[in-house]
């Protein structure tokens, strides 16, 4: 796609987050796409409730700012976003969010299990975990996303101990559904508490899914 083509999918993965209930109180939010393999668009602010065209900069992989400008504290945003692109040449778009069931769980520093049949069709295989803390945009920390994006690649998502989560897919709206399913999987594991607890879904229903996707179609 071109850099503009990119920037309206951006938009309106952000209009998705919005209407679907996957920002805070604040709105912030912040989302980027790969546009070429060393560029990226990400967004320049942290708000993104009324999001545009005009609303994004365009990075190279080691953050130089090619076009636009972005906020100071963009900076170490820019850092995480970076991170996941150098390490997974496939991902195509990353979303960060303080979504509240997801965030409730990145600060009891606990993952999200296997419970929700539609996290497998995401192509997850085994719980989402948890980075360790460290400041926003750290060396630590962004280091320690790299190894868990590198090292589990099925995994599409991170929780950011007691800060939010971090999702990453092929494109902007996939991965905006995906963030969606997260915090549906987020939600109801905390219902559940209320009914006995979560149930783990057996271990050959990773499997099971599979082939039901293979034969009749890979829809989430």
């Known amino acids: 796609m071109t850099r503009n083509d990119t920037k309206e999918a951006m938009v ?12 805070f109180r604040g709105n912030h939010a912040n989302l980027s796409a790969r546009t070429h393999g060393n560029e990226i668009v990400l967004t320049k602010g942290g708000d993104i409730s009324n999001l545009s065209v005009d609303d994004f900069a365009i990075l190279d992989l080691n953050g130089q700012v090619l076009e636009g400008t972005m ?8 850092e995480m976003h970076m991170g996941i692109y150098q390490v997974r040449p496939a ?7 303080h979504a509240s069931h997801l965030t409730a769980f990145s ?42 994006a590198q090292n589990h ?17 092929d494109n902007p709206m996939i ?33 099971q899914v599979r082939e039901r996707m293979q034969t009749f179609g890979s829809q989430h």
């Open 12 to 23: 309106l993965a952000a209009r998705y987050l919005a209407a679907h209930g996957l920002l």
């Open 71 to 78: 906020e100071p504290r963009m900076q170490e945003i820019a």
């Open 91 to 97: 991902v195509g778009a990353v979303i960060h969010t």
């Open 107 to 148: 600060v009891a520093q606990k993952p999200i299990p296997l419970i929700y049949e539609p996290l497998l069709r995401f192509g997850i295989a085994e719980p989402v975990p948890v980075v360790p803390w460290a400041p926003r945009g750290s060396m630590a920390s962004v280091d320690a996303i790299k190894e868990i």
């Open 153 to 169: 690649l099925s995994l599409p998502a991170v929780l950011l101990a007691n800060h939010g989560v971090l999702v990453f897919g």
């Open 175 to 207: 991965t905006a559904s995906l963030l969606g399913t997260l915090e549906e999987a987020a939600e109801l594991y905390i219902l559940a508490q209320s009914l006995g607890g979560a149930k783990i879904l057996p271990e050959k229903a990773v499997e």
